[in-house]
């Protein structure tokens, strides 16, 4: 059960566009379509932003997107606002009901 | 409007033992998976356990099989973390969060956490 393997940080300026990647293994990210993203402010507990790799919940802006090709998934933030700073978590289902989450990424809009 | 409300965080030393407690409402408990997720300080989520809606299948991250318990009593509402013999690097956050049922694979909804302390 290891950790899923994000990018420390990444950065844009508002209204750019930031990609985050999250690998695993055939075991989990490319085993299963159970992909989700958490956004987490400085401590506030993580919101859910993108499930089943690609879908948003009711509430999420559509600047929030994700995909998977193979054992990463990615989600990219469109149109960066100030608010969008903040840590963001990738997860994966990993079989025989556990979870696993990614290392995290930190978000800072220049 | 769904709350989860964590309780029973606290100093610990290392080999004792702590019960956390998570209140919900604003939604149907006994029809949801529940886990507990940990952060340590300054560092990533983990995930540490999940309990069936009946509470008839448990499971857990490796480190924490054996010392931890995760349980519930849907009559109250509550889910619970009988966490024993504990380490220094079970220090962290731990959060009660609801395993969404339209939300496959993913957890909706969070409490605030709280926060477990072990040290000598």
């Known amino acids: 059960q290891s950790a899923l393997t994000q990018p420390p940080s990444a950065s844009g300026s508002p209204g750019q566009s930031v990609t985050i990647s999250c690998t695993g293994t055939?075991?989990?990210?490319?085993?299963?379509?159970?992909v989700s993203w958490y956004q987490q402010h400085p401590g506030k507990a993580p919101k859910l932003m993108i499930y089943?790799?690609?879908k948003r919940p009711s509430g999420v802006p559509d600047r929030f997107s994700g995909s998977k090709s193979g054992n990463t998934a990615s989600l990219t933030v469109s149109g960066l606002q100030a608010e969008d700073e903040a840590d963001y978590y990738c997860?994966?289902?990993?079989?025989?009901?556990?979870?696993?989450f990614g290392t995290g990424t930190k978000v800072t809009v220049l | 409007e769904v709350q989860l409300v964590e309780s029973g965080g606290g100093l610990v030393q290392p080999g004792g033992s702590l019960r956390l407690s998570c209140a919900a409402s604003g939604f149907t408990f006994s029809s949801y998976w529940m886990s507990w997720v940990r952060q340590a300080p300054g560092k990533g989520l983990e995930w540490v356990a999940n309990i069936k809606q009946d509470g008839s299948e448990k499971y857990y991250v490796d480190s924490v099989k054996g010392r931890f318990t995760i349980s519930r009593d849907n009559a109250k509402n509550s889910l619970y973390l009988q966490m024993n013999s504990l380490r220094a690097e079970d220090t962290a956050v731990y959060y009660c969060a609801r395993e969404g049922l339209a939300v496959a694979g993913a957890f909706d909804y969070w409490g605030q956490g709280t926060l477990v302390t072990v040290s000598s």
């Open positions: 997860s994966s289902y990993a079989g025989s009901n556990n979870f696993v």
């Open positions: 055939s075991s989990d990210v490319g085993g299963y379509n159970y």
């Open positions: 089943e790799v690609s």
